[in-house]
Structure formats: C-alpha cells, structure tokens
C-alpha cells in the first residue's frame, strides 16, 4: 500500500471509529435524557388512565355517601329494623366505594412515582408537574400526610429555584415565570385541601381540638 493509500486508510478508519463513539456519547448524554422522558410519557399516560377510573370510581364513591346520608336519615328515630338493616347495608356499601376509590388513586400515585423517577435526574417543570400529580393522587388516596409532605416539598423547591436569567433570555424567564407561578399556586390550593380534610380525619378520630385545629388552622 502507498503511503497515500495508508494515509487514507488511516482518515476512513479514524472516521468509522468515531461513529460508536459518537453513538456511546449519545446515548449517555441526550440519548438517555430522552430514553427518560420518552418513558415518563408512557408513564404519565398509564397514570392518566388510571386517574380517569379514579375519578369515575370517586364519582360512584360520593353517590354511595349520598344515599348512606339518606339511609342514615330514614332511619333515625324510628324503631323499624327494615330501615335500620338499609343504614346498615348503606354505610357497608360506602365503605366499599371509597375503598376501591382508594386504590384507583393509590394505582395512579404508583404510576406517577414511577414517572417521577424516570425523570428526577433531567428535572425541570416536567418533573414538577409529575410531584404535583402523584401528591394530588396520594391525597386522594387517603395517604394525606405523603401527599402534604410531597406538596410542602415541592413549594420549598420551587421558592429556591433561582430564575435570574441573561437579559436576552429575558422572554423565557417571563415564560417560566408564569408556569411557576401557576404550579405555586396549584400546589398551594392541593395543599390547603390536604390539610382540611387532615384536620377533619383528626377530629372524627378524636384527636384534641387543639391539634386539628391547628392543622385546619394551616388551611387557610
């Protein structure tokens, strides 16, 4: 082989071995960044599935507490065993309900926790979005303390985040401004939701006054 024949032997090798380097550096750098959140969209798209039988769940739930009011009512104060026997299997029926509405929302928490660490290493308002949802789900799920730990969490992050940006990227800071602010707010109202029916759960469980009160009182 001439020198110049080696000489280009050697470029189109170096140029070949280059390829699965480009290809490793891919996919440890973009390439995994992507892997992840192409999988936490499968993921969050499973845990919407099961929001929405959670939600449908819930729906049978609450009218099942309906009716178990009404039951309750019909039976008060009157010495009938039919109408007692129909409380009885209506409280029954309510529990049932909520229970299973439980478990469609602990599922979706599940999901979401799946989501989160799919995506936890590239951060951003992805990932804000996915804490905000599992929380609202563990909320839902009974789990309330999970989810107002996840929700204080996610408020101490986002009062951290610095936004302060280079004056050409001024547009985007307002953009993200405005999502953070929204996310804020969300999690500020699951939050206050939380702590409402916390304080509620304390006070049917008999808890003194002076702790559910100061739980509620966090509500506001």
Known sequence: MTRRGLVASRALWSLWALVPVALVAFHFGPGQAMYREDRAAVLVARANGLQQEALRLQGIAYQAHLAAIDARMAAFAKDDAALRKSALEANAHEDSAYALASAGWRQTAEALTEAQTAVDE???????????????????????????????????????????????????????????????????????TAYYYGARLMRLAGKPAAQWREVAGRAR
């Not at 996915?130 to 996610?154: F, M, Q, T, Y």
């Not at 992050?157 to 929204?182: I, L």
Request: proline residues 0%; hydrophobic residues 40%; negative net charge.
């Open 122 to 192: 590239n951060g951003g308002v992805v990932r804000d979005e996915i804490r905000l949802a599992k929380a609202r789900a563990l909320v839902r799920s009974g789990d309330i303390a999970a989810g107002a730990n996840e929700l204080e969490d996610l408020l101490i992050d986002a009062a951290e985040q610095d936004h302060e940006q280079d004056h050409d990227q001024a547009h985007d800071q307002a953009h993200d401004q405005a999502h953070d602010d929204a996310l804020t707010r969300a999690a500020r109202e699951e939050l206050a």
